[in-house]
T-cell receptor, first 111, second 114 residues
Framework: SQKIEQNSEALNIQEGKTATLTCNYT??????LQWYRQDPGRGPVFLLL???NEKEKRKERLKVTFDTTLKQSLFHITASQPADSATYLC??????????WGAGTKLIIKP | KAGVTQTPRYLIKTRGQQVTLSCSPI?????VSWYQQTPGQGLQFLFE???????NKGNFPGRFSGRQFSNSRSEMNVSTLELGDSALYLC?????????????FGEGSRLTVL
C-alpha cells in the first residue's frame, strides 16, 4: 500500500541554521507534492507545491526538491527563526486527485 | 476575503450519537474536502465535493457521509459514533479541486466521543 514517511521525531535546529525535513514515499508515483505548515490547534497552511517535472522550487527562505528516482522530497528553511517552529506536513498527490498526507515533522528552532 | 469557517469548533458526544459538522468555504471556491486528523497520524482524506457532487472518497466506513449545497457550503455527518472517531476534523476549500494546488484549511472541529 502507499506509504508516506516523514521524520517522526522532532527536529531541533539552532536559530540561523538551515533546517532540512525529509518526505519519503513508497508504492506511489505522485504527479506533484505539496508542503504545509501546521501550528498547534490550527489548520494546515499551504507553503509550496512542486510537480514531478520540477527538480526544485523556491519561495523566500523556503526551498523544496523532488527526486522521483529516490522517491523523496526535501524541504529546506534557510536562516531559520523561532517563528518557523511548527509541524510541517508533506502531501504527495496522484492522478486520481487524492492527496496522501504524511504524519508531519515537528520542527523546533532554538534561539 | 474571509477564510474557511468551520462550526462548531469543539463538541463532545457519547457513543452511538450522531454529529454534523459544517464548513463554509472561501467565496468562489467550488471544492470542499474533508479530513480526519488524530495524534501521530497524517490527515486522512474523507471525501471531496465539487459543485454539489462527491468527486472523491477515502477509505472510511459508510457512517461518514457528507454533502454540499448550492452555495458550496458543506456538511459532514458521522452516525453511530465510536470512541475512535475522536479527532480533529478539518475541511479545506480550493477553486479547482484537491489536485490543482493550494488548499485553504479551516481551523477544524475537535470532536470528543465519550
Amino acid at each position: 500500500s502507499q506509504k508516506i514517511e516523514q521524520n517522526s521525531e522532532a527536529l531541533n535546529i539552532q536559530e540561523g541554521k538551515t533546517a532540512t525535513l525529509t518526505c519519503n514515499y513508497t508504492n506511489y508515483s505522485p504527479a506533484y507534492l505539496q508542503w504545509y505548515r501546521q501550528d498547534p490547534g490550527r489548520g494546515p497552511v499551504f507553503l509550496l507545491l512542486i510537480r514531478e517535472n520540477e527538480k526544485e522550487k523556491r519561495k523566500e527562505r523556503l526551498k523544496v526538491t523532488f527526486d522521483t528516482t529516490l522517491k523523496q522530497s526535501l524541504f529546506h528553511i534557510t536562516a531559520s527563526q523561532p517563528a518557523d517552529s511548527a509541524t510541517y506536513l508533506c502531501a504527495p498527490g496522484d492522478s486520481n486527485y487524492q492527496l496522501i498526507w504524511g504524519a508531519g515533522t515537528k520542527l523546533i528552532i532554538k534561539p | 476575503k474571509a477564510g474557511v469557517t468551520q462550526t462548531p469548533r469543539y463538541l463532545i458526544k457519547t457513543r452511538g450519537q450522531q454529529v454534523t459538522l459544517s464548513c463554509s468555504p472561501i467565496s468562489g471556491h467550488r471544492s470542499v474536502s474533508w479530513y480526519q486528523q488524530t495524534p501521530g497520524q497524517g490527515l486522512q482524506f474523507l471525501f471531496e465535493y465539487f459543485s454539489e457532487t462527491q468527486r472523491n472518497k477515502g477509505n472510511f466506513p459508510g457512517r461518514f457521509s457528507g454533502r454540499q449545497f448550492s452555495n458550496s457550503r458543506s456538511e459532514m455527518n458521522v452516525s453511530t459514533l465510536e470512541l475512535g472517531d475522536s479527532a480533529l476534523y478539518l475541511c479545506a476549500s480550493s477553486s479547482g479541486g484537491i489536485n490543482t494546488g493550494e488548499l485553504f484549511f479551516g481551523e477544524g472541529s475537535r470532536l470528543t466521543v465519550l
